[in-house]
T-cell receptor
C-alpha cells in the first residue's frame, strides 16, 4: 500500500496542551498537506507545505517536513475543545503534478478534554 | 474559500437499486474531481479521478460498471452506485481541484449510503 502512516492513531489531551501528530510516507512528493475531518463530515484543508520547505506556520498550527526521512509533523498549540477531530496528512506524488491526486494517511483521532 | 456542495447527505436504499450522488463546485471551475470511499474510523480510499469531458480513471480494484462517474461540466460530477448491495454501504466523499487556488483540494460534506 502507498498509503501514509500516521501516529498516534488516537490522542487525548487536556484543553490548553499542545498536540503533536506525525506522518510518514513512501514516495517522492511535490507537497504534503494536512486536513481535518469532523465526524461524519468532509475534510477541511489546514495547511500545505512544499517539498522544498522545512517548516510552516498558520495560526496555532506548525508543520514540519523532513524529506530525507519522508516524514512530517503537525503541532497544534494551546488546544481547544473545538479542535477535536480526525487529522489526515496527504501527499501529492511527484509523478502526479498538475492533477493533484492525493494519497491520504491513516489519520489521527484527536480528542481534547475540556 | 471555494465551496463544494455534495448531496444527498445521506441516503437509505433497498438492495438492487441505484443511487446517484452529486458533487458541485459552486464558485469555481473544477477541471478535476475525485471520489473517495471511507469506512468508519478509517482513511479515505480514492476510487476514481474524474476529468471534465473525458472518461473517469478508476483505481485498481474499483469496478467501473458498479460505480459510474460522469463529469459532464466543469462544475458537476456524479457518482452512481448501480445495483447497490449492503457491502456498498459507506461514506462517499468528493473533492474538487481548482488550478487557480494552489494545490489544495476542496471537499464536499460527504454522503452516507446505507443499503438495506
Amino acid at each position: 500500500s502507498q498509503q501514509g502512516e500516521e501516529d498516534p492513531q488516537a490522542l487525548s489531551i487536556q484543553e490548553g496542551e499542545n498536540a503533536t501528530m506525525n506522518c510518514s510516507y513512501k514516495t517522492s512528493i511535490n507537497n504534503l498537506q494536512w486536513y481535518r475531518q469532523n465526524s461524519g463530515r468532509g475534510l477541511v484543508h489546514l495547511i500545505l507545505i512544499r517539498s522544498n520547505e522545512r517548516e510552516k506556520h498558520s495560526g496555532r498550527l506548525r508543520v514540519t517536513l523532513d524529506t530525507s526521512k519522508k516524514s512530517s509533523s503537525l503541532l497544534i498549540t494551546a488546544s481547544r475543545a473545538a479542535d477535536t477531530a480526525s487529522y489526515f496528512c496527504a501527499t501529492a506524488d511527484i509523478s502526479n503534478f498538475g492533477n493533484e491526486k492525493l494519497t491520504f494517511g491513516t489519520g489521527t483521532r484527536l480528542t481534547i478534554i475540556p | 474559500g471555494a465551496v463544494v456542495s455534495q448531496h444527498p447527505s445521506w441516503v437509505i436504499c433497498k438492495s438492487g437499486t441505484s443511487v446517484k450522488i452529486e458533487c458541485r463546485s459552486l464558485d469555481f471551475q473544477a477541471t478535476t474531481m475525485f471520489w473517495y470511499r471511507q469506512f468508519p474510523k478509517q482513511s479515505l480510499m480514492l476510487m476514481a479521478t474524474s476529468n471534465e469531458g473525458s472518461k473517469a480513471t478508476y483505481e485498481q480494484g474499483v469496478e467501473k460498471d458498479k460505480f459510474l462517474i460522469n463529469h459532464a461540466s466543469l462544475t458537476l460530477s456524479t457518482l452512481t452506485v448501480t445495483s447497490a448491495h449492503p457491502e456498498d454501504s459507506s461514506f462517499y466523499i468528493c473533492s474538487a481541484f481548482d488550478r487557480r487556488r494552489d494545490e489544495k483540494l476542496f471537499f464536499g460534506s460527504g454522503t452516507q449510503l446505507s443499503v438495506l
